[in-house]
């Protein structure tokens, strides 16, 4: 089943609110020739765009395939929020890793929403960073956990940005009756990820980079010189960097079996004024819970809601997703019960059993880096830091990163995708519960 049609159009964006003000990128003609280069990047997300341009600031011949449009998958359709650390909190990383591997992953993290906040400050990004990102707990019971939390991060790792919020305070910003505390990291933020992930295509592209979009990739010939095909031209190239997240395929069977599709959902409201837009989140910082099948929210620049929950683990979104979000939607806030809804859509998004990053470096020319688990708007965007400093022989990020071991998902290719329906169904039965 081909995901980069079954749910949108061939060659245009989906219906969200995010296109309706975008200035699509110019000169990303399909590729219609056969042509040599010394990079292929497959993939036009964070991911992808973010290693062009970083390997067309070091002066390598740059060939980004996009099967659709820049931006168009999870990258263009995502709630935007630029979390601090790895998708995992440092509790869970310790326990897995120890705390000095622990460590460098948290600071591979912060610095990867380092990168967003420079990069959004280029004439070329039209989106601002917006500083702010609420933990918020919807069990009485995980509040201590948030409490000693933000002592051990202020302590033991120097990160004097985060603070708890009781459920006072975080009453206060957020208006609904279901959150009993939490914590607040001035140091992340949101952002709009398209017009990010375009602006980041411009800079690419003034640096020297080419871009095309229609130009699904049909055969991958691994080699000392890899080939590429298209359905009208081809490219051999010294490295390929695989960016291609949930939309991965068949096109790389290891990556394949260690990153899994999974569909999620967001709608926008009708804009509010500035006094009823304060009764529902006083401040511009964006929100996200604690249930395992997460919620999260922010404001647009118009003032519109912009509220993501549910997910599905079929291939189809649903007929009607307004319906299908509005649900959690007026459960969390409600005093927006049957609130006008602008905007629904859905995106495909790349899971991995662990929720981390898959990194990894096939026979040394081909680099692939996926599976950010709702956590890539800044880990996507610092892997194409991280992979063009790894083409050019300075790999010790990108080694910390590929030493995750990223276990594959049971049941083989037949099997996996049932199996994951059912642990999300328990999942999803105790965030219930």
């Known amino acids: 089943m081909d995901l980069l049609r079954i749910n949108d159009r061939p060659g245009k964006y989906p219906s969200s609110f995010y296109v309706q003000n975008i200035e699509p990128l110019p000169n990303v003609e399909p590729l219609a020739e056969d042509v040599t280069c010394d990079v292929c990047i497959i993939g036009g997300g964070f991911t992808g765009v973010s290693t062009a341009l970083h390997l067309a600031k070091r002066g390598y011949k740059v060939r980004l395939l996009e099967a659709q449009r820049v931006g168009f998958g999870a990258s263009g359709r995502n709630g935007g929020q630029v979390g601090q650390g790895q998708r995992l909190n440092q509790d869970d990383l310790e326990k897995m890793f120890g705390k000095p591997r ?8 912060t610095q990867a929403v380092e990168i967003v906040r420079e990069l959004s400050q280029s004439p070329s990004v039209r989106a601002d960073f917006h500083p702010g990102i609420i933990h918020a707990d919807h069990r009485s019971h995980y509040v201590p956990h948030s409490r000693s939390y933000v002592e ?13 919020l009781d459920r006072s305070a975080l009453a206060e910003v957020v208006q609904s009756p279901v959150y009993k505390g939490g914590t607040l990291d001035i140091r992340a933020g949101h952002i709009d990820p398209l017009q990010f992930v375009l602006g980041l295509g411009r800079m690419a592209q003034s640096a020297g980079a080419t871009l095309h979009e229609n130009s699904q990739v049909t055969d991958l010939v691994q080699g000392e010189m890899n080939k590429i095909h298209t359905k009208l031209g081809s490219i051999k190239a010294n490295y390929v960097v695989l960016a291609c997240n949930g939309y991965i ?13 999974i569909n999620n959902y967001i709608v926008a409201t009708t804009p509010f004024s500035a006094e009823e837009r304060a009764k529902i989140l006083r401040d511009n910082v964006a929100v996200a819970d604690s249930k395992f099948v997460v919620n999260y929210f922010r404001f647009s620049e118009d003032n519109r809601l912009l509220f993501g929950g549910t997910e599905s683990y079929r291939y189809r979104f649903p007929k009607d997703i307004a319906a299908q979000v509005r649900r959690p939607l007026e459960v969390i806030f409600p005093q927006l019960k049957g609130v006008r809804i602008d905007y629904a859509w859905g995106g495909t998004l790349g899971i991995s059993m662990n929720r981390l990053p898959h990194f990894a470096n096939y026979g040394g020319n081909i680099l692939s880096m996926s599976g950010f688990s709702g956590h890539g708007v800044a880990l996507g965007t610092l892997s194409g830091q991280i992979a063009a400093e790894a083409i050019v022989g300075q790999a010790e990020r990108f080694d910390i990163m590929s030493q995750i071991q990223s276990p594959t998902f049971p049941g083989g290719k037949a099997m996996r995708h ?12 105790k965030d219930r519960l």
């Not at 622990?102 to 993290?109: N, R, V």
């Not at 051990?152 to 603070?163: C, D, G, I, R, V």
Request: hydrophobic share 45%; charged share 20%; proline share 7%.
């Open 102 to 109: 622990a460590k460098e992953l948290w600071q591979i993290g």
């Open 249 to 261: 395929g068949d096109l790389h069977r290891d990556v394949t079996r260690r990153v899994m599709p």
């Open 152 to 164: 051990k991060m202020q302590t033991e790792y120097n990160y004097p940005h985060l603070s708890f």
């Open 418 to 429: 049932p199996l994951l329906i059912l642990a999300m169904l328990w999942f999803s039965i």
